[in-house]
């Protein structure tokens, strides 16, 4: 049985200048709930944030929202989700959406949607959870990031085993079935070498 009951989906509050951005937002929302998946999202109405949301709710999915009290105005939270939650902080936002997701894709955004994968990146590299994070490459949106992580781990500031822990699709079927089978890297072993590099 799968370990996925809810994806939480980071993504920005702007829609872009590429409707295939748009449309790409609201066709993963509407194909986790098909799939059977809740979503966790920022809360809003507006932008990527809003039409994945609309997607899930096309289908008659779980969407959970979590924002901000300063945001609500600025981002709108949305009437129609199944829960929203009004939190007083990002910091508290982040680790809620964490806490009720067991898994997490980012889709195109800004500043806020880069923020938050890389928290959540950074949480399972030291394995304060074990749950899988995958981008959705929509028409490529992601790849100078992901040259830049190969970058990072070629230079020496990320070990392979956890650049290899962002899982890359431009398919949200294939992104699922690549995060179903995600096993997070042994943290054991990861001390254990930076111990015998620094001897």
């Known amino acids: 049985m799968s370990k996925l009951r809810r994806i939480c989906v980071y993504c920005g509050s702007n829609a872009g200048n590429?409707?295939?951005?748009?449309?790409?937002?609201?066709?993963?929302?509407?194909?986790?709930?098909?799939?059977?998946?809740g979503l966790v999202y920022g809360g809003g109405n507006v932008g990527l944030m809003g039409a994945v949301a609309d997607g899930a709710l096309s289908q008659n999915g779980e969407v959970i929202g979590v924002i901000p009290r300063s945001l609500m105005e600025k981002e709108l939270g949305h009437g129609g989700v199944t829960e929203l939650h009004v939190v007083t902080s990002m910091h508290e936002r982040k680790q809620m959406m964490v806490d009720l997701s067991d898994g997490f894709i980012a889709l195109p955004g800004g500043f806020g949607t880069l923020d938050e994968l890389f928290e959540t990146l950074t949480w399972l590299q030291l394995s304060?959870?074990?749950?899988?994070?995958?981008?959705?490459?929509?028409?490529?949106?992601?790849?100078?990031?992901?040259?830049?992580i190969s970058q990072m781990s070629q230079s020496g500031f990320l070990k392979p085993e956890h650049a290899r822990c962002v899982l890359v699709e431009n398919d949200p079927a294939k992104l699922l079935t690549a995060m179903e089978s995600f096993r997070p890297p042994d943290l054991g072993k990861w001390i254990e070498k930076m111990a015998a590099e620094v001897r």
Do not use: C, Q, T, Y
């Open 18 to 37: 590429d409707p295939a951005h748009r449309a790409a937002a609201h066709a993963l929302g509407a194909f986790l709930a098909r799939s059977g998946l």
């Open 128 to 148: 304060f959870h074990d749950k899988p994070v995958g981008l959705l490459n929509v028409g490529g949106f992601f790849d100078g990031l992901i040259e830049f």
